[in-house]
């Protein structure tokens, strides 16, 4: 790889920011001060200091984001703020997505990361991958609904859902559930509760996988996966 794509990757700067640090001798490769800005590195092995600081190599990056309402699950929208948007300079170089998407009044656990392979594997409907949510409904729920979901609902064109686990927390005027899915269909925990004459008014993702909501993130706040956590993607 060349040594200033590394380093931008690495947001040290852009090509034209580095060949600057070239210039100024700020940039050393195993302790020897470098004249090329394209000169040709080993990221795994070789020691890269920009004014003695070590720039270690990470080339994929895992954050667990706490969603807000009111933004979008996208890398970029000409009308509303995404999620990238709530992220620091820090990270923002690492090209992220998020693994699925989330309404724009959801909240709740969010995966961002640029490595593809992962997100492939976590949103390939053959892997059936859980996906637990916490909601308040407007109506009683019923065990009837529990036997409706667990058969699966029709939620529009035909297309019946694969069971989903209901769980009552709270049954009420506005009630209060969670529910276990395998799929992710466009509003689809909305969409099964409409099924059964009922309305979604909160929705919050707590689980995915085996990766579950740092309930002390604050909504907007995100941090990088633990390595078990990362480990339990797998």
Request: proline share 3%; charged share 35%; net charge negative.
């Amino acid at each position: 790889m060349r040594l200033d794509k590394f380093l931008g990757n690495m947001g040290i700067g852009t090509r034209k920011e580095v060949k600057q640090l070239v210039k100024a001798r700020a940039v050393t490769v195993n302790g020897v001060v470098v004249k090329d800005s394209g000169l040709s590195i080993d990221p795994d092995k070789a020691d890269i200091r920009v004014y003695d600081e070590q720039v270690l190599y990470k080339p994929y990056i895992y954050l667990m984001m706490n969603k807000p309402p009111g933004v979008i699950s996208a890398t970029e929208d000409h009308r509303d703020k995404t999620v990238l948007d709530l992220l620091d300079a820090d990270v923002r170089h690492y090209d992220l997505h998020p693994v699925g998407r989330l309404d724009k009044d959801t909240v709740g656990l969010l995966l961002l990361t640029n490595d593809g392979d992962l997100t492939h594997r976590l949103l390939s409907p053959k892997k059936k991958v859980p996906k637990k949510y916490y909601a308040h409904v407007e109506g009683v729920v019923t065990e009837e609904d529990v036997a409706a979901f667990a058969r699966g609902v029709e939620i529009g064109e035909g297309y019946v859902t694969k069971p989903g686990e209901l769980i009552i927390l709270e049954s009420a005027e506005v009630s209060k559930i969670e529910l276990i899915i395998t799929e992710g269909k466009f509003h689809q925990v909305k969409r099964m509760f409409e099924a059964v004459e009922k309305k979604v008014v909160y929705l919050k993702r707590l689980e995915m996988a085996n990766l579950r909501l740092d309930e002390t993130l604050s909504e907007g706040d995100y941090r990088e996966l633990t390595e078990e956590e990362f480990k339990n993607l797998q």
